[in-house]
């Protein structure tokens, strides 16, 4: 009996001791653990470009973030909405406003804990922004602090979220006093505008098609992606211009047809892509050049030169030096291939989130040859079906018997060559009252010549009824642009007859826009509101139809009262103001659509490029009033 229970005492106290082992070796085994976390997993530093700021102008700031090796952090728009992203804010004095921060593009890990690659930063991570000083800004100095949010990890374990903080004073140059630059090996390294957003979806999945299937597969994407720009607004002038140039200026066989539209489309590739790699690796806007009154202009008169040779004018023709290149054809192949270098301009503002996602790539890789293969193969994908185009309208003059009628349908396409140019001049009216007056009238005139003026006659009667509906037709048209002038002028009294009354305190059913201005973001800021800015041009076909479609929705125009919403004009992308304005949101094609949460931030996931309809759009608003902690109608 004693032996029995001497032994239930033994084992009552193995028991003891093995139950209370197992939170000591747990201790352990975070002692251990410990032992391995550096004592700072994330340092940072704030970097200014000059040594003093200087009161109404900007600086650039770096901020330096040393993450230990073998650690990681997540990057600042993480794939999955359970992992706690890289948050960084800038601070200062009463006045001092910031830019927006650009992250670089973080990088795609995979690790044992995840089936999907991650976005994460390592090592030394820049990230870049501007601070700006009022002009009557009147200390001495300025207080910065910039504060981060972060989750580290490694292979095995993540630790709990972190902030870390820097602080840093720069001191105000007075009157008399040089400023220098400094950190340049730092700046020299950043990314072409000195703001922006995070990569989006399209530019994360650009890369990751780069990546991870290789280049072959990435180009025959981006042709796919080229192919579908078609299916944008931006095309609708290439219809009118190929079918006119073609179905007037070329004939000939088949094969020359053929040859005719494939160096009409080298030659839009051509321009496409050149201007393409200098807008991705310049900063600048693609498309941009359309808002050149000195193109604007060159590009009327081409249309113009081409409608007065389809009146029978004159013929165009090369130079006798050249005619054994070009052969025997009205336009010849250099006519072409000029025609197509000439519409690649034409082409230039077909932007959308792929296109912008490929600017951005180029522009960060900072290869001018592979930027510019990429976007030749963007634009072959958008200039195919003008191919199949150019050889079904050239093939009008192959049938029989066509030259009695042949030079009554030249003449139609002369009216329509007048209108591209009328179309190619509007951002010069600086109203659609004038642009869809002259529309009217070259309707009008061209309905009343083909149809009963024209002295070409043709046998038969199925000629005079074709001329007769085209007649109608054309007169159709002069009615539907005079209606158009109509309304253009009603709505540009109703804007301002609206802008009054929004100023006056009423209650108006429309967007209460404002054009863009710091003293904008100010006052947002202030009331705690988020803004959404259009940015927009004259010449962008999708802007107009933004306005007409999207922005006249009854829920759009419900949602817009919970923001302050600004209007950005792009159109002279030349001027400093805007190319700081582009440089800032890093606007590289309009229509872009950015929303901010009240401090100033872009919200993450809501930029839009490109038309999109309202339902898209209330969507995007939405994320962004939730983001902004403001209640969304209807939710």
Known sequence: MEAQVTMRIKRTDQWFRGFWSIPLLACLLVSLTAAQVPDKVVEMDILPETSRLVTGQSTRLAIRLEIAPGWHINSNQPPDEMLVPTELELSADPGVTFGQLRFPRAEQKSFSFSETPLAVFEGTVLVFGSLSLPPDFNQDSVHLTARLRFQACNDQLCLPPREVTASLVLPVAREGEGVEKINQAIFAAAPGGETGPPASEAESELVQTIEQRGMLVAFLVIFLSGLALNLTPCVYPLIPITISYFGGQVGGKKGSLLLYALLYVLGMAITYSALGVVAALTGSMLGGWLQNPAVLVFIALVMVALALSMFGLYEIRVPARLSNFAGQSKGGYLGSLFMGLTVGIVAAPCIGPFVLALLTYVGEKGDPVLGFWMFFVLSLGLGLPYLLLGVFSGSVNRLPRSGAWMIWVRKIFGFLLLAVAIYFLSPLMHSDLWYYSLLAVTFLVGGIYLAWVD?????????????????????????????????????????????????????????????????????????????????????????????????????????????????????????????????????????????????????????????????????????????????????
């Open 455 to 635: 002295p070409n006659q043709a046998p038969g009667p199925a000629f005079t009824l074709v001329r007769n509906l085209v007649g109608i037709g054309f007169l159709l048209l002069s009615v539907f642009f005079w209606t158009s002038s109509v309304e253009a002028y009603v709505n540009e009294q109703v804007i301002q007859l609206t802008s009054q009354m929004q100023a006056g305190g009423a209650q108006v059913e429309a967007i209460a826009w404002k054009p863009y201005s710091t003293a904008e973001l100010e006052r947002a800021r202030a009331q705690g509101k988020p803004v959404f800015i259009d940015f927009f041009a004259d010449w962008c076909i999708p802007c107009k139809e933004l306005d007409k479609f999207t922005f006249t929705d009854p829920e759009v125009i419900e949602q817009s009262r919970h923001f302050v919403m600004l209007k950005a004009d792009l159109t002279s992308f030349n001027s400093p103001e805007v190319k700081a304005l582009r440089d800032q949101y890093r606007i590289r094609g309009v229509p872009t659509l950015v929303m901010l949460d009240p401090t100033g931030r872009e919200v993450p996931g809501t930029r839009i490029v490109g038309f999109v309809e309202a339902d898209v759009l209330q969507q995007a608003m939405n994320r962004a009033l939730q983001a902004a902690g403001t209640v969304s109608p209807g939710e």
